[in-house]
């Protein structure tokens, strides 16, 4: 999972208490090996399917999944749809750390510092994201914008302990594609 989220975000600089690196540059492992990396195309009623079949066949527990997404919006959409299938979820802007046994939802900045056996990343279409630069942005404006997202997806990726999956309707962003060899791809 480092590897790949170093594949999609690694170029990107990063400034981290007063110092400046690209991610890239520094050597990471996790120090595990043999999870399952998905890229999937599909919707919000996919991430409830995949996550009601987790729960029945791969003794998974609801509270080792994660969904997150880039926008408090999305974060709402996830949890109306989660909560339509009867799965019990846990907003993550609620969540003091004590285990539940509910699936975690929150954006990709609220789930910095927590892990979890299996995280979705829904919403990752052309178009989609990155957010596309507002008409009122200057280009470093765009720039930075894009730059932040890019980080927050790296942080999302490596919230993932054993699996991860990314899904996107129509065609995936072109943010991914540093790393899409790395994926099985499925579809329905």
């Known amino acids: 999972i480092i590897g790949t989220a170093m594949a999609v975000a690694g170029g990107a600089e990063v400034e981290d208490l007063g110092e400046e690196f690209r991610r ?11 999870v399952k990396l998905v890229i999937h195309v599909g919707c919000l009623d996919e991430v409830a399917r995949r996550i009601a079949t987790l729960i029945e066949h791969d003794s998974m527990g609801p509270g080792d999944i994660g969904v ?14 989660l909560k339509a299938d009867g799965l019990d979820v846990q907003e993550l802007d609620r969540y ?6 509910r699936v975690k939802v929150g954006t990709y900045h609220r789930g ?9 990343l829904p919403g990752l279409s ?11 942005d200057s280009v470093d404006e765009a720039a930075e914008a894009n730059d932040l997202a890019l980080s927050q997806l790296f942080v999302a990726m490596t919230r993932a302990r054993d699996l991860l999956v990314l899904l996107y309707d129509g065609d995936i962003s072109e ?3 540093g790393g899409l060899d790395r994926f099985e791809r499925e579809s329905t």
């Open 24 to 34: 890239g540059d520094a050597p990471a492992d996790a120090g595990r090996h043999g």
């Open 68 to 81: 997150l997404v880039p926008t408090n919006r999305m974060v709402n959409q996830v949890v109306a749809r």
């Open 96 to 101: 003091d750390g004590r285990p539940t046994q």
């Open 112 to 120: 910095k510092g927590l892990e979890f056996k299996a995280v979705f």
């Open 126 to 136: 052309k178009g989609v994201y990155p957010r596309p630069p507002r008409d009122t």
């Open 175 to 177: 943010a991914l594609a």
